[in-house]
């Protein structure tokens, strides 16, 4: 699991210091090593910070050259199946003269033997890289299927750049990024930025299953082309479906065997436990095939109604793992607060973000490679919010079409908002349900239904200053979704292409690369994906229950009585700490001066809410969370943009120059 970073330009010649530079932005994603590669012409940089996992010999180095000198890969990833690759390689090509056993020397010989395509058909990990042809002077970028590792890529001011985070980009004396209009609108709306936008004009994150092809001095970007459908798989799927009789032992052979084929390291190995049923099924099979206790890691708050921990401590306790666990306070998200918005170097306002930071750091005090159960909420029906969505829609029909839009622009109206707000001043909680439901009854599809069910901010001009809300376009249209016969299939397509992607897999990849610690994600196996897709939706949620055959596969390892219970969610009290011990903080960032002079937010919309949430009024913690965390973004942006490398980063400023 690495870093990656590189640039191409022919208005001056490649510097690789400078390069050096911008890898050391993301030195924490590879502490052990770093280095550059420049092409014969000068125009191109290549860099890396490599952190080792597999081969931790100088024999892993990247970038790393071909044998042929033809082509070169500077690789942020793990191919689980790279040794079948090699075997594969030497059945179809002959005896191969390996110099060591990484799986990025395996990656780079498969790609100049097969080609980009069906090295990635065949490829079998988490993935982000760069690839060179040094002949065609062609740079080809790829991301996983599934969108674990991250890639933002584009043009600015004459310069081609990519890289596996954007601060990265702050050294080079080309970046002069804005800020995206439409995708600040999507970020108030999703909680994240959603590929491909980034946050800055000119630059996109390359979106999962695809690659991207650069030549002409990097002047010249192709259309970003799939390598794998995702919504192919989906409908092979749907086509093939498993009899009900074999659903349990085809799901527990897959899991068994993606689980497996990450358990594979040259450095100590854990797992997070939640006491949920995703984590603790990664973790029941990773001791079914271990000689020796697991380590698996926890976070527990004070707030009981947030609190997990004693449930996986019970799991831990019945596989016989070696479990640790830690308290989070107030004070403990606090002092990490400032942290995240530099980590994330863009904006994200998932509070889960909290804890994922803090269980990672917590893991790293003794491993470096960690198993997380991300993704089963999105393969196996597990959100509470899928039985809300159909019972609202079961409501939603009963009206006639024809005047569902009339009637939601009527209760989305202002007079209705200005009624709410005095209601508002009654004690209690509230929640903008009017509102929403007028979104709803508004939509044109399911697909809009659904993400307008889901939105924090149902209109980005309740958020964003006029002049910018102006500016918007795209973020703006309709939702573009495809069509299933089964609402539920919809809605976990939707969340496993989007919500994963571009929210859960974000937060776990910044959370964890920030202390270089790498996070795997069995469930996200493209064999078991695909496997998922073939399990009807009433399966997954059999009587009502939710994630039926992982309940069964589980079942078989631990007592259901361990697990058997609502879901909770890896979530936060930030409703509470903002009227608490985070209203300081929270005040600062929301000052209305503050607010009139960043000129991007609505301040009378922003200011009105705040002071809602504080005085006992309606309650707004999402949508305040997601104003915090923007304006801690601008607050690290703005501190960066002055400052220079850290000694930790000055120390990798003289890399290891490839030839």
């Given at each position: 699991m690495c870093g990656i970073v590189g640039y191409w330009s022919r208005k001056r010649p490649a510097d690789a210091r400078l390069a050096a530079q911008m890898a050391a932005r993301i030195q924490h994603r590879g502490p052990d090593s770093a280095g550059v590669w420049i092409d014969t012409l000068q125009e191109l940089a290549l860099a890396h910070q490599r952190l080792s996992i597999i081969d931790l010999s100088p024999a892993g180095h990247q970038p790393m050259v071909s044998p042929c000198g033809r082509y070169v890969i500077s690789y942020n990833g793990e191919i689980y199946n790279h040794i079948e690759l090699r075997r594969a390689l030497e059945r179809e090509h002959g005896s191969v003269a390996w110099r060591g056993r990484s799986d990025t020397e395996t990656l780079l010989a498969a790609l100049g033997r097969w080609g980009l395509t069906a090295t990635l058909e065949?490829?079998?990990?988490?993935?982000?890289?760069?690839?060179?042809?040094?002949?065609?002077?062609?740079?080809?970028?790829?991301?996983?299927?599934?969108?674990?590792?991250?890639?933002?890529?584009?043009?600015?001011?004459?310069?081609?750049?990519?890289?596996?985070?954007?601060?990265?980009?702050?050294?080079?004396?080309?970046?002069?990024?804005q800020v995206d209009p439409d995708a600040l609108a999507a970020y108030f709306r999703l909680n994240c930025v959603p590929a491909p936008y980034s946050i800055y004009t000119s630059i996109n994150k390359l979106e999962p299953g695809h690659v991207?092809?650069?030549?002409?001095?990097?002047?010249?970007?192709?259309?970003?082309?799939?390598?794998?459908?995702?919504?192919?798989?989906?409908?092979?799927?749907?086509?093939?479906p498993l009899h009900e009789s074999e659903v349990v032992d085809a799901l527990d052979a897959a899991l068994r065997e993606a689980v497996a084929s990450r358990m594979e390291a040259d450095v100590p190995l854990g797992a997070f436990l939640s006491g949920g049923i995703d984590s603790s099924t990664v973790v029941a099979l990773m001791q079914a095939q271990s000689s020796r206790p697991v380590k698996t890691f926890t976070i527990g708050f004070n707030e009981t109604e947030f609190d997990e921990a004693p449930y996986a401590r019970d799991v831990a306790a019945h596989l016989g793992v070696d479990h640790t666990e830690i308290y989070v306070s107030s004070s403990d998200a606090l002092n990490v607060i400032p942290d995240v918005s530099s980590i994330w170097s863009e904006p994200c306002s998932d509070p889960s973000q909290i804890p994922t930071l803090l269980v990672s750091r917590l893991a790293r005090t003794q491993v470096t490679v960690a198993l997380s159960g991300d993704g089963g909420d999105e393969l196996f029906y597990g959100y509470g919010r899928y039985a809300t969505v159909l019972r609202l829609r079961k409501a939603f029909g009963r009206i006639p079409r024809p005047i569902r839009p009339m009637l939601g622009g009527l209760l989305a109206s202002p007079l209705v908002s200005l009624a709410q707000?005095?209601?508002?001043?009654?004690?209690?909680?509230?929640?903008?349900?009017?509102?929403?439901?007028?979104?709803?009854?508004?939509?044109?599809?399911?697909?809009?239904?659904?993400?307008?069910?889901?939105?924090?901010?149902?209109?980005?001009?309740?958020?964003?200053?006029?002049?910018?809300?102006?500016?918007?376009?795209?973020?703006?249209a309709p939702v573009d979704a495809p069509k299933f016969t089964d609402l539920r299939d919809l809605m976990m397509f939707m969340d496993m292409t989007g919500y994963l992607p571009d929210d859960i897999l974000t937060k776990m990849d910044r959370a964890s690369m920030s202390v270089g610690l790498e996070?795997?994600?069995?469930?996200?196996?493209?064999?078991?994906?695909?496997?998922?897709?073939?399990?009807?939706?009433?399966?997954?949620?059999?009587d009502g229950v939710a994630k039926w055959p992982?309940?069964?596969?589980?079942?078989?390892?631990?007592?259901?009585?361990?697990?058997?219970?609502?879901?909770?969610?890896?979530?936060?009290?930030?409703?509470?700490?903002?009227?608490?011990?985070?209203?300081?903080?929270?005040?600062?960032?929301?000052?209305?001066?503050?607010?009139?002079?960043?000129?991007?937010?609505?301040?009378?919309?922003?200011?009105?809410?705040?002071?809602?949430?504080?005085?006992?009024?309606?309650?707004?913690?999402?949508?305040?969370?997601?104003?915090?965390?923007?304006?801690?973004?601008?607050?690290?942006e703005s501190d960066a943009a002055f400052g220079g490398l850290s000694k930790g980063q000055a120390r990798m400023a003289e890399p290891l120059v490839t030839t």
């Open positions: 065949r490829a079998n990990g988490m993935f982000a890289f760069a690839l060179w042809d040094e002949q065609e002077r062609t740079l080809q970028l790829a991301r996983d299927r599934l969108g674990e590792k991250p890639l933002y890529y584009g043009r600015l001011n004459g310069t081609f750049y990519f890289a596996s985070e954007l601060s990265a980009l702050r050294p080079h004396p080309d970046w002069d990024p991207v092809t650069v030549d002409r001095g990097g002047e010249r970007i192709s259309a970003p082309m799939a390598y794998w459908d995702a919504l192919g798989a989906a409908r092979r799927g749907a086509a093939a707000n005095h209601q508002s001043r009654l004690p209690g909680p509230r929640l903008d349900l009017t509102a929403l439901t007028g979104q709803l009854l508004k939509a044109r599809d399911d697909a809009e239904f659904y993400v307008g069910l889901r939105a924090h901010w149902l209109d980005a001009e309740h958020v964003l200053a006029d002049d910018v809300a102006r500016r918007r376009a795209a973020s703006a996070a795997r994600v069995p469930l996200l196996d493209h064999r078991l994906v695909e496997l998922s897709w073939r399990i009807p939706a009433a399966i997954k949620a059999r992982l309940r069964q596969v589980l079942s078989r390892y631990v007592p259901p009585q361990l697990f058997d219970r609502p879901k909770k969610g890896f979530s936060v009290p930030i409703g509470e700490w903002l009227r608490g011990p985070l209203r300081e903080w929270a005040e600062d960032l929301l000052d209305e001066r503050r607010l009139k002079d960043d000129g991007l937010l609505n301040v009378k919309a922003v200011r009105s809410r705040w002071l809602d949430h504080v005085n006992g009024g309606r309650p707004w913690p999402e949508h305040l969370w997601d104003v915090l965390m923007f304006q801690c973004w601008r607050r690290a």
